[in-house]
């Protein structure tokens, strides 16, 4: 989602195919290039990008560029300043500051509609829909207080970022083994008992096409063993920015709706099954009812903050 060497390596991937794609374009407007046999023709290569697109992907690779050099810079930072001031907090306050940064240089507008359901006053467990990268950017940026995300373990591998996220005490989780799982969920019941806050995607991974997926289950046993409500959190738009596996950034407007915490007191292991289905069925209800007509997100709503 935002890795340093994974954005390094992707931006120039995509710098160095916007180029060739440039490069092709050239040809054609002064004499045309045929993709069949790399001759000069009267044909269009099949490959080559609309002319619309063009404006979007130069965008892209700067917003790209920039998003890299921020995201190195302020690694480093949450990385450094809790050695020198020891304390998770204030790695967090770096990370939701770099999360706002980066919202900012891509100019998205951000409509947030519920903040006033953030229990400010005890620790929550946190549950969004994850569509695009953008996600993280959104949570990070808008929602108030100290938490902890539970986040795959490939990202702590990262140089400087994986040091930052366990600075923050972010908890490392191997989707792959079920033992290491299970040890994180306690870890994170941990950071609960202290008084944190837990962030999580229950889907696993980030939607192909922007529909909420089937939940993984370990969330919510957290939840019923903790005795800690879960907060529903519906993510608009992301998808439509920002794709699954793509670096192409489209201007558009994003809606963050947080609904009311869900009191998992009357629900036991047995019945975490009902658990799932309400808390999804909030999520998909506040999509599906979040958005336009014409399948956009909303621009105005109750306890709106537009970033």
Not at 69 to 81: D, G, K, N, P
Not at 126 to 132: C, D, E, G, I, T
Not at 167 to 180: F, L, M, T, V
Request: net charge positive.
């Amino acid at each position: 989602m935002a890795a340093y060497l994974f954005l390094r390596a992707a931006f120039v991937n995509h710098f160095l195919r916007t180029v060739r794609r440039q490069a092709k374009h050239s040809l054609l407007t002064s004499g045309g290039y045929s993709s069949r046999n790399n001759s000069v023709t009267g044909g269009s290569p099949r490959d080559i990008h609309p002319p619309g697109q063009e404006p979007i992907m130069v965008r892209s690779a700067l917003l790209v560029m920039l998003a890299v050099a921020v995201t190195a810079f302020m690694s480093t930072c949450a990385y450094l300043f809790p050695l020198i001031s020891p304390g998770e907090n204030k790695a967090h306050k770096i990370a939701s500051l770099w999360a706002k940064m980066l919202l900012g240089l891509t100019g998205i507008q951000v409509n947030v509609i519920g903040r006033e359901n953030v229990l400010m006053n005890r620790p929550q467990i946190f549950m969004a829909n994850h569509q695009s990268d953008f996600d993280i950017l959104i949570v990070l940026a808008h929602i108030p207080g100290q938490f902890r995300w539970i986040v795959k373990k490939e990202l702590f591998k990262i140089p400087i970022f994986g040091k930052a996220m366990k600075s923050a005490g972010y908890i490392e989780i191997d989707r792959q083994n079920h033992e290491k799982a299970m040890k994180s969920l306690e870890e994170a019941a941990q950071k609960i008992r202290e008084g944190k806050s837990v962030v999580t995607f229950p889907e696993g991974t980030r939607s192909k096409d922007g529909t909420v997926r089937p939940f993984k289950q370990g969330l919510f046993h957290l939840a019923i063993q903790a005795g800690v409500p879960i907060v529903p959190i519906s993510i608009i738009g992301a998808h439509e920015i920002m794709p699954k596996r793509t670096l192409k950034v489209k201007p558009g407007r994003i809606t963050m709706i947080i609904d009311r915490p869900v009191d998992v007191s009357g629900y036991t292991i047995e019945t975490r099954g009902e658990l799932i289905e309400r808390v999804r069925g909030t999520i998909i209800r506040n999509v599906d009812n979040g958005r336009a007509p014409d399948g956009t997100p909303p621009s105005t709503g109750r306890g709106k903050e537009t970033q």
